[in-house]
């Protein structure tokens, strides 16, 4: 079933009926090209109880399709801790991929994040630009997973400014190949408990300077290790986000 994000003004206070336009609109009519008759579901933004509202098509307009309610459930599709992945700027399109896959598996917040060996770097108009694009990719991420939210994508921030925002974050872990063994990093997430927010600091294709793994202890982030192997920047935010999500569904 195709699931859709609305404001709560194309909503009626009752639920009763949705209406939904725009490129939504055009999706459903020309695209897909549904009937009367036919399903879909939405979660309107900024509800902080995750309903899902389930609807049925009952007309088709020049211009807006307009649902009529069937049933309502609050799936609770989140995850019970809020993750934020704070993301060295890697290569070409590679963040598209990292902020697809992470809104998948269930990342509340992605920081783009300019460090020391990053090759790319944005000026404020080019991030602008480039914020507009990655947050269509976590909108049409969190549709095609039936998130109950759309997970932002800030503004990137310097390693030091990223440093700061985590800074009251409950757990705070950090991939580095020198950490200490696996056995160390299983307790850290074993020891992680539903309710907490967790930010995840991954480099880019260089990975961070020792500078930067000095301020990260400095600040009560703690090195992680992901395995004997080394994996690539793309690689290594979906692996722990995986861990934690199975962790914290478990």
């Known amino acids: 079933m195709y699931h859709f994000f609305v404001e709560s003004s194309q909503v009626t206070p009752d639920f009763k009926t949705v209406e939904i336009t725009g490129n939504d609109y055009n999706h459903i009519a020309n695209v897909l090209r549904m009937q009367k008759g036919e399903q879909f ?37 989140e995850l019970p801790s809020k993750i934020y992945l704070f993301q060295g700027l890697p290569k070409v399109d590679k963040m598209e991929l990292i902020i697809q896959k992470a809104v998948e598996l269930g990342a509340f917040q992605i920081v783009p994040m300019s460090t020391k060996r990053c090759v790319v770097k944005l000026d404020d ?33 310097t390693m030091k400014q990223a440093v700061e925002f985590a800074k009251d974050m409950d757990v705070k872990i950090i991939p580095y190949e020198n950490a ?20 995840v600091f991954i ?11 000095d301020l990260c202890r400095e600040n ?27 962790h914290l569904e478990g």
């Not at 009952?58 to 609050?74: A, N, Q, R, Y």
């Not at 602008?128 to 095609?144: G, H, P, Y």
């Not at 009560?220 to 692996?239: S, V």
């Open 180 to 199: 200490k063994g696996i056995e160390e990093t299983k307790r850290i997430i074993e020891n992680i408990k539903p309710g907490q927010n967790i930010a």
């Open 203 to 213: 480099g880019p294709e260089g990975g961070f300077s020792e500078q930067e793994i």
């Open 41 to 77: 579901s939405v979660s309107i933004r900024d509800d902080d109880e995750g309903k899902e509202i389930f609807y049925e098509i009952e007309d088709i307009t020049d211009s807006s399709v307009i649902g009529h309610l069937c049933f309502i459930e609050k799936v609770g599709n």
């Open 125 to 157: 108009k080019k991030a602008e630009n480039k914020i507009k694009r990655w947050q269509a990719i976590s909108e049409a991420a969190a549709k095609q997973s039936k998130r109950a939210i759309i997970p932002e994508v800030t503004m990137p921030m």
């Open 220 to 246: 009560d982030i703690m090195p992680i290790t992901l395995g004997k192997r080394i994996l690539r920047t793309e690689t290594a935010g979906f692996t722990i986000i995986s861990w934690l999500m199975y």
